[in-house]
T-cell receptor
Framework: GAGVSQSPRYKVAKRGQDVALRCDPISGHVSLFWYQQALGQGPEFLTYFQNEAQLDKSGLPSDRFFAERPEGSVSTLKIQRTQQEDSAVYLC???????????FGQGTRLTVV | AQTVTQSQPEMSVQEAETVTLSCTYDTSENNYYLFWYKQPPSRQMILVIRQEAYKQQNATENRFSVNFQKAAKSFSLKISDSQLGDTAMYFCAFIPYFGNEKLTFGTGTRLTIIP
């Protein structure tokens, strides 16, 4: 497709369950970002890839969060042993150059019950 | 570290009127990029307008324009002839010219256009 694709769009997880969120960026985009957006708030940075290299993971809230982009295209954000505070929308974005438009997916709304 | 502040949590305006959304930021950087993103209920962030800090001319995109005041660290968005489709959350965001490319967002302004 022409845009950034995220799946699933909605995920309900029981507390303690592991989840995996997928992001398929625009073909050829070097940079890929994950953001977490709590209800009524702006997105907060989680992690950043340039091709397959994870250059910054300073925003990951705990060691339960893990992200990968093994072949420099599709990325997966994994959350282990989910907690209620992990409930949020997870947004993925990609861009082809610093300062240029970042294209966002529609996000995955994660609800931990 | 950079911070972005949007002091208007909610705004509403009659259709066809003009509205201005405020944004201030704090940074020690001299060169950077500023953005306004729109987030409708579908959740997908859409770029509205982009400004490069080294350009003095204010960016304009059709009905959308900015008032960029670098010394005051202010970056407001003006929407002219507002339309019902402009109803959305609007986020101001910042990227430094060097270093990490991550966007730093404000907390957003919920804009409602009243028919």
């Amino acid at each position: 497709g022409a845009g950034v694709s995220q799946s699933p769009r909605y995920k309900v997880a029981k507390r303690g369950q592991d989840v995996a969120l997928r992001c398929d960026p625009i073909s050829g985009h070097v940079s890929l970002f994950w953001y977490q957006q709590a209800l009524g708030q702006g997105p907060e940075f989680l992690t950043y890839f340039q091709n397959e290299a994870q250059l910054d993971k300073s925003g990951l809230p705990s060691d339960r969060f893990f992200a990968e982009r093994p072949e420099g295209s599709v990325s997966t954000l994994k959350i282990q042993r989910t907690q209620q505070e992990d409930s949020a929308v997870y947004l993925c974005a990609s861009s082809d150059d610093r300062g240029s438009e970042a294209f966002f997916g529609q996000g995955t709304r994660l609800t931990v019950v | 570290a950079q911070t972005v502040t949007q002091s208007q949590p909610e705004m509403s305006v009659q259709e066809a009127e003009t509205v201005t959304l405020s944004c201030t930021y704090d940074t020690s950087e001299n060169n950077y990029y500023l953005f306004w993103y729109k987030q409708p209920p579908s959740r997908q962030m859409i770029l509205v307008i982009r400004q490069e800090a080294y350009k003095q001319q204010n960016a304009t995109e059709n009905r959308f324009s900015v008032n960029f005041q670098k010394a005051a660290k202010s970056f407001s968005l003006k929407i002219s002839d507002s339309q019902l489709g402009d109803t959305a959350m609007y986020f101001c965001a910042f990227i430094p010219y060097f270093g990490n490319e991550k966007l730093t967002f404000g907390t957003g302004t919920r804009l409602t256009i009243i028919p």
